[in-house]
DNA sequence: CGGACTATTGAGCCCTTTCAACTCGCGTGG
DNA sequence: CCACGCGAGTTGAAAGGGCTCAATAGTCCG
């Protein structure tokens, strides 16, 4: 239930066998929701954090007027909100993209087990740590980038996230996301989304389509995203 | 010398005399940095991480053709890379706004601290997401708010970050940047910061002028920049 | 007193948005 | 089995927020 999770911790540390069990002794309730389901609300107070399983959700908050704004797309074996371990209280909506698979691991529980495993708990945190690095990401795309600029980085990162799981080989992957979703994502209209697909797929850097990515240009698109993905904490090369 | 650091942390939960002393224990070095040096750059290995006890730092990336991004804001009484214990490698700049005074935790002994103290590993682990939780104003800021909201929020989420820490009382505080620093910041170019200062002056709820930041009208304000203090985890007030 | 950095203001342009119309694919119900 | 509805994608045209270029002041410090 948990490769996903190993998978991607295990590119940023050496993970024991110990320290394995303990994690798999951690989740449990594996449950399905339904693509669209809004399953955590801004305010609410989680006594336990959600490990996604499959499928794509996003995190992301709305402005009175109704303009939405993704914060952060979670990927296979991602914990949605492990900062609420910390925090508590959680400051915005979490939602499924496609059909997923989630499961729990009690508060209680993680306390527990970071008590007695130290080494295991700085990979948790620092797992917590790469989400930051990856909001940064956003954060200088939305503040400096151009629309092209954001999507072409916004591929590599997704590319390279999912290859960490096991979920990307070759040049192309999964990618469930409509174009407003993306939009949300990039913070562009809709409008203006669908024409900066067009502007990557007419450069002969990547196409957009049908719930997937598929890159023809690797150099290219890196390049123009100026992605570089030491960011991602991924020191050790994935099985 | 932490006593910033102690008060903003009680802002978000219990810190004991015990915790307290191991915090100090932990602090070591203190350092005057002047105002512009870049005292740490993307790419370096840290063993430490650095406490801001006075001035502003900021965080902040380069893209090659020069466009600057600043991440964060750091204030007095935060570490400015405490990520770094986790992510050992910084994938961003940091330097010194204003003249500064900064003290150093060596990560052998944060190290140590946490595998003997976890409830005050999670304040920590809690005091790095609640950095993500600015990022993700940040983003909310960057990627769907107008540029007078954008101000508008920062000039609210600052005060709030100062008064957490005793460095903000009434309907002021000190504000050491330039409108380039301003600009940078908020994904502005520096005309249009200019002109988006001149703006929230004319609407009569707040003034950015001569390095420090008066606010005319709270709740017009908020309201403007949809600020809502609860990201920032200030549970308990300020002393 | 000079030089460098910072702030201010005008003007024109451009990237992105908004409004709007139209297509396509798909599932459902009459 | 086809009509209908609806969400998703595509494209055109015009408006607008923010950018760039440029020139002028103000301010601080050596």
């Known amino acids: ?120 708990t700085r990979v948790l945190w620092l797992s917590t740590t790469i989400d930051a690095a990856i909001h940064r990401e956003r954060i200088m795309s939305l503040g400096a980038r151009t629309a092209v600029e954001r999507l072409a980085h916004l591929c590599c990162e997704t590319y390279w996230r999912l290859r960490g799981v096991g979920l990307a080989e070759g040049d192309a992957f999964a990618f469930p996301l409509t174009q407003i979703n993306l939009s949300e994502v990039l913070g562009l209209s809709m409008v203006h989304t669908n024409r900066t697909i067009r502007e990557l797929r007419e450069r002969g850097l990547a196409t957009v389509a049908r719930g997937e990515v598929r890159i023809a240009d690797w150099d290219g698109l890196a390049a123009l995203g100026q992605f570089d993905p030491a960011y991602l904490g991924q020191h050790r090369e994935p099985r």
Chains 1, 2 share one sequence.
């Open 1 to 120: 239930m948990i490769e996903r999770l190993i998978a991607k911790l295990r590119c940023y540390d050496k993970i024991g066998e110990g320290e394995e069990r303990a994690l798999a002794g951690l989740i449990e309730g594996e449950t399905r929701v339904k693509r669209g389901t809004v399953f955590i609300r801004e305010g609410e107070r989680l006594t336990r954090s959600t490990l996604l399983l499959k499928g794509f959700v996003i995190r992301y908050q709305d402005l009175p007027d109704g303009r939405r704004q993704t914060l952060e797309l979670s990927l296979p074996g991602d914990f949605v909100d492990l900062h609420s371990f910390t925090l508590k209280r959680i400051d915005h909506d979490i939602a499924a993209l496609s059909d997923c698979r989630v499961a729990f691991a009690a508060h209680e529980r993680i306390a527990e087990v970071t008590a007695k495993f130290p080494h295991l």
